[in-house]
């Protein structure tokens, strides 16, 4: 069966903690993405990888960091830089640059 | 940077009317592409347009391009319940990977 899946589903931490979030694909496709959707707002790109071991900052990076070392897998880690972290967060990937993303289930971080 | 709006932001309807939603781009896009995301879910892909003036239909859902390729459009004829959601476009982000997203049209059904 497959898909983009995203771990956990909701996640609580404390100010100053750094999290990571999971995103984990099995359709075979070179992008992923990192979006960040606000209540009543649209989804703002935080960075995006077109290949392994190789990202790129989006529109809102500032306080974000991710790795690719697998194709299959792309986490973000939220850092305590990030000043307004609490968002839902989605993960998305594609099987052709600039092309239909698909995107996971999604991560609720509050942040108190 | 690029921008693309949205309107309307929220549109209540009866069940059985029909819906519009429009995008505006402040620069000419090589494509523009439309989701829907239902209450507490995630965005899922409905479509591509890439053609000046393209028209697209997916069963009671009709998409348009504009001829300038900076608007497009959304129609839903004769809503149902299972419509209910918030349908964003999207952009290119200009010469980058990524997508450029417009704030979404709620859609609320009355029924």
């Known amino acids: 069966d497959g898909g983009i899946t995203q771990s956990p589903k909701y996640l609580f931490r404390k100010e100053g903690q750094n999290v990571t979030l999971s995103c984990e694909q099995n359709l075979n496709h070179d992008a992923m993405y990192w979006y960040r959707q606000d209540p009543g707002q649209g989804l703002r790109l935080i960075y995006y990888s077109q290949i392994v071991n190789d990202f790129q900052k989006g529109d809102i990076a500032e306080g974000y960091s991710v790795s690719r070392e697998k194709k299959e897998s792309f986490p973000l880690t939220v850092t305590s830089a990030q000043k307004n972290p609490t968002a839902f967060y989605l993960c998305?990937?594609?099987?052709?640059?600039?092309?239909?993303?698909?995107f996971g289930p999604g991560t609720r971080l509050t942040v108190t | 940077g690029q921008q693309v709006m949205q309107i309307p932001q929220y549109q209540h309807v009866q069940e059985g009317e029909d819906f519009t939603t429009y995008c505006n781009s402040s620069?000419?896009?090589?494509?523009i592409q439309w989701y829907k995301q239902r209450p507490g879910g995630h965005p899922v892909f409905l479509i591509q347009?890439?053609?000046?003036?393209e028209v697209k239909k997916q069963k009671r859902l009709t998409f348009q391009f504009g001829e300038a390729k900076k608007n497009s459009s959304l129609h839903i004829t004769a809503t149902q319940t299972t419509d209910v959601g918030t349908y964003f476009c999207?952009?290119?982000?200009?010469?980058?990977?990524?997508?450029?997203f417009g704030k979404g049209t709620h859609l609320i059904i009355q029924p």
């Open positions: 620069t000419t896009l090589s494509n």
């Open positions: 999207a952009g290119p982000r200009g010469g980058a990977d990524g997508l450029t």
């Open positions: 998305a990937s594609s099987p052709a640059l600039q092309g239909a993303k698909y």
């Open positions: 347009l890439v053609k000046s003036g």
